[in-house]
C-alpha cells in the first residue's frame, strides 16, 4: 500500500501571499489530519477532516482552512502568510474504524514565509 | 503550562545503553498514550501506544504508563545507533484528538 502523500514538499513564499497544500491519504483511509511542526511550538493539531466535513479543529486562525474531496484527498489553504507560518505541514490519515485511531503521516511540505 | 510537558534534550547516550524518555501531562482525561518517531525529513511514525495505565513490551522498547501520576515513559533497551532520532509522545482523551509532546532528540554514539 501506497504511504501518505504531500505536495509540494518545498514551498518559498513571500508575507501577504496564499499557500495551498495537498495530502493524498493511505488508500481507504477516510480521516485525514493537517498539523504544524516548529521547533518552538512542536507539533500542534490544526484540523481533521471525515468525509468531507471538518470533524475536530485546532487553535488556529480563520486563515487557515482546509477542505476534503470525495476522494478523501485533502488541501489546506493559508492565506495573508505570515513569517510565523514557516513551518512543517504534516499531514496523516486514518482508517475511521480503527479503535486507536492509529494516524500515519506524510513527509510534510516545509513552507518557509519570507 | 503546555498540556503535555517532554523534555527536548538534545540526549546522547553510547551504543548499547539503556535509554529513558519521559512526558508528564495535566489532563486527567488523556486514556490514550503513544509514542512516536520521527527521522530527519521524515514524517512521525507511531511505535508505541497503550491505553490508560500500565506497561506494554515490544522487542527492545517499553512504554509505561502512571496515571496517578501523569507521567508517561519510554524505554529503549540495547539502543542502537538507528534508534537516533526525535521522539514525540501523544495523547489523547478520545480517538481523535492528538496532543503531541515537543520532542526529545535522541542521539546514539557508535
Known amino acids: 500500500k501506497a504511504g501518505v502523500t504531500q505536495t509540494p514538499r518545498y514551498l518559498i513564499k513571500t508575507r501577504g501571499q496564499q499557500v495551498t497544500l495537498s495530502c493524498s491519504p493511505i488508500?481507504?483511509?477516510?480521516?485525514v489530519s493537517w498539523y504544524q511542526q516548529t521547533p518552538g511550538q512542536g507539533l500542534q493539531f490544526l484540523f481533521e477532516?471525515?468525509?468531507?466535513?471538518?470533524?475536530n479543529k485546532g487553535n488556529f486562525p480563520g486563515r487557515f482552512s482546509g477542505r476534503q474531496f470525495s476522494n478523501s484527498r485533502s488541501e489546506m489553504n493559508v492565506s495573508t502568510l505570515e513569517l510565523g507560518d514557516s513551518a512543517l505541514y504534516l499531514c496523516?490519515?486514518?482508517?475511521?474504524?480503527?479503535?486507536?485511531?492509529?494516524?500515519?503521516f506524510g513527509p510534510g511540505t516545509r513552507l518557509t514565509v519570507l | 503550562q503546555k498540556e503535555v510537558e517532554q523534555d527536548p534534550g538534545p540526549l546522547s547516550v553510547p551504543e548499547g545503553a539503556i535509554v529513558s524518555l519521559n512526558c508528564t501531562y495535566s489532563n486527567s482525561a488523556f486514556q490514550y498514550f503513544m509514542w512516536y518517531r520521527q527521522y530527519s525529513r521524515k514524517g512521525p511514525e507511531l511505535l508505541m501506544y497503550?491505553?490508560?495505565?500500565g506497561n506494554k513490551e515490544d522487542g527492545r522498547f517499553t512504554a509505561q504508563v502512571d496515571k496517578s501520576s501523569k507521567y508517561i515513559s519510554l524505554f529503549i533497551r540495547d539502543s542502537q545507533p538507528s534508534d537516533s532520532a526525535t521522539y514525540l509522545c501523544?495523547?489523547?482523551?478520545?480517538?481523535?484528538?492528538?496532543?503531541f509532546g515537543s520532542g526529545t532528540r535522541l542521539s546514539i554514539r557508535p
Open positions: 497503550t491505553y490508560s495505565s
Open positions: 496523516a490519515s486514518s482508517s475511521a474504524g480503527s479503535h486507536m485511531n492509529e494516524q500515519f
Open positions: 488508500s481507504g483511509h477516510r480521516s
Open positions: 477532516y471525515f468525509s468531507e466535513t471538518q470533524r
Open positions: 501523544a495523547m489523547s482523551p478520545r480517538a481523535s484528538k492528538i496532543i
